[in-house]
Nanobody, 124 residues
Framework: QVQLVESGGGLVQAGGSLRLSCAAS????????MGWFRQAPGKEREFVAA????????SYADSVKGRFTISRDNAKNTVFLQMNSLKPEDTAVYYC?????????????????WGQGTQVTVSS
């Protein structure tokens, strides 16, 4: 089982930037997929971005494409989500998650391990 700890959330004005981190422990991530999801109050958890750890292949939700970037630090077993040009509609709790299979997966139900979440609030 992989343990995940997110950090980096906070309050930012519209147009600003934040970088979220997700530190993984417990297993090598070489055969894993890493995903970022978010959940706003009263809404379902939605896909934001994903990366196949071994290949570095990435995918993004249309709503964040061109503004958010997922990346990884192999040595630190950490995945990042760089969020630029933030909008009030990006306000949500952001979660990282892993799936122990290579590939890109979009549904929260595909993922096996989850972090505790970090709040991102974008003010207008």
């Amino acid at each position: 089982q992989v343990q995940l700890v997110e950090s980096g959330g906070g309050l930012v004005q519209a147009g600003g930037s934040l970088r979220l981190s997700c530190a993984a422990s417990g297993r090598s991530l070489s055969s894993y997929t890493m995903g970022w999801f978010r959940q706003a109050p009263g809404k379902e958890r939605e896909f934001v971005a994903a990366m196949a750890w071994s290949s570095g292949s990435t995918s993004y939700a249309d709503s964040v494409k061109g503004r958010f970037t997922i990346s990884r630090d192999n040595a630190k077993n950490t995945v990042f989500l760089q969020m630029n040009s933030l909008k009030p509609e990006d306000t949500a709790v952001y979660y990282c998650a892993t799936k122990g299979v290579r590939g890109i997966f979009y549904s929260p139900s595909n993922y096996e391990s989850w972090g505790q979440g970090t709040q991102v609030t974008v003010s207008s």
